[in-house]
């Protein structure tokens, strides 16, 4: 059986953590920068092309190459970006969660998700101790 390396678990959320903060904090500035109601942003906010993908590429991309070492990395990159855009994929698959996206609501239900894994990491790591 192969022991767990809990560095890097505890590594990996953290990424996951920092990918998902700076895509909400990329596409909050996209609104910033152009403006609600501008051209740019129906384009953006209209095309078909939503950054979850980008983030299901990378996990594909990942597992794929998985004979690499910083596979891991592209791994956490692409979760934290899918993850990021959560209700956009919700709302693609048919259950109308396009409303939370970019609210508290939804990046507190995100981090609570990723917090949670990460507990129960630490918690795993510490009755593998005693």
């Known amino acids: ?68 070492k910083r596979t891991r990395l592209l791994l956490a990159i692409g979760l934290g970006i899918f993850l990021e855009e959560w209700p956009v994929f919700l709302n693609d698959l048919g259950l109308g969660t396009n409303a939370l996206y970019q609210t508290w609501t939804d990046f507190i239900a995100i981090m609570l998700i990723v917090g949670f894994f990460s507990v129960l990491a630490r918690i795993t790591r510490r009755q593998h101790f005693f």
């Open 1 to 68: 059986m192969k022991k767990l390396d809990y560095k890097k678990i505890s590594s990996f959320i953290s990424i996951v953590l920092i990918s998902i903060v700076i895509t909400r904090i990329w596409a909050i500035s996209l609104f910033y920068i152009f403006g609600k109601d501008s051209l740019a942003i129906e384009t953006i906010v209209n095309d078909s092309w939503h950054h979850y993908h980008v983030g299901l590429v990378l996990i594909v991309l990942a597992f794929l190459l998985s004979k690499l």
